[in-house]
């Protein structure tokens, strides 16, 4: 979508050298098989280690472009409107998590307006996080929670945490190493850091091939599955204790317009559900397994 209005795929690959392509993030190679061609790039595979990941590479400045015009027009407001559906997924999430982690406060790393802060504060834990949107930070203050306007190599945490979470943030990472590296010092002896990837040999992703709505090029970078991302966290001295399917709660209303949003060939399809399924089961929060793993490692 709007494709024309950034720097496209062809015009990073034209100015990139052939000795520019940078190593894999997992293991440092620097040979992949192609594996398929969605909007403008190439899915490839390391051929040492697996991790799928996009080629070319996007520019920091490509993707800084498109998050900023994706806010300035408000793609993500739908999402934001979602309340009921995120406030759901966060109580599911931090339940699954909490009974895993040692006692201590936790960080959430892109908190946005505080949907997961606020169900950790309500177990009863001492819990902040930081956000590049001071607009989604203002929210989160504005509810009484901890938040900071910050990118994460600007963070500068004032204690160490018991857990460290952030979901769906590794996948758009062009280089998740920095990014490893910074929070596993945030960690306090024997911390968590839980983790949501979309994995690439979920049965969602099997079934709908290059289709799948989570190879989304250029904001999805690198694309795991359970043995590439538990070998990248054990690169950087987290051991994974538990790996699992992450099911987002959601609607049939809520499917609906994100399929029109980001998938419309896909939500011609299925939009019928809409038509023939009652308003009552449509806004019902129902636990939906959309290809995410739910990874907590230990530091
Ligand atoms: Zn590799």
Redesign the pocket.
């Known amino acids: 979508m709007h494709d024309n209005l950034f720097e496209s795929a062809d015009s990073i690959r034209a100015r990139r050298r052939p000795d520019q392509q940078a190593p ?1 993030a ?4 620097r040979s992949f098989t192609r594996l398929f061609h969605k909007q403008g790039y190439d899915f490839t595979r ?1 051929a ?4 799928v990941r996009l080629d070319p590479l996007p520019t920091p400045e490509l993707l800084a472009e498109v998050y900023e015009r994706s806010y300035r027009e408000g793609l993500y407001a739908m999402f934001a409107k979602a309340d009921d559906v995120r406030v759901a997924t966060a109580h599911a999430r931090a339940a699954a998590i909490a009974p895993n982690v040692p006692a201590g406060p936790w960080l959430d790393v892109g908190c946005s307006t505080g949907a997961f802060l606020q169900a950790v504060v309500e177990r009863g834990i001492d819990a902040e996080g930081f956000d590049l949107s001071a607009v989604a930070v203002e929210a989160a203050r504005a509810r009484g929670l901890r938040a900071t306007q910050s990118a994460v190599d600007d963070f500068t945490p004032g204690r160490r945490f018991a857990c460290i979470t952030a979901f769906d943030l590794v996948e758009h990472l062009i280089d998740p190493n920095p990014f490893l590296a910074r929070v596993r010092d945030w960690l306090a002896p024997g911390g968590r850091l839980a983790l949501t990837v979309p994995d690439i040999r979920s049965a969602q992703a099997r079934i709908m091939g290059r289709h799948w709505y989570y190879y989304a090029p250029p904001v999805h970078v690198n694309y795991f599955d359970r043995d590439t991302i538990v070998r990248l966290l054990a690169r950087h001295g987290l051991a994974t204790v538990s790996i699992g399917g992450a099911p987002k709660v959601m609607t049939i209303d809520y499917v609906l317009q994100s399929l029109a949003a980001f998938n419309p060939l896909l939500h011609r399809g299925v939009r019928v559900l809409g038509h023939v399924t009652p308003a009552s089961l449509r806004r019902r929060p129902l636990r939906i397994p959309v290809g995410e793993l739910l990874v907590l490692a230990s530091a």
Do not use: V
């Not at 997992?26 to 190679?29: D, I, N, R, S, Y």
């Open positions: 894999c997992l293991c440092g190679g390391c040492d280690c697996a991790l």
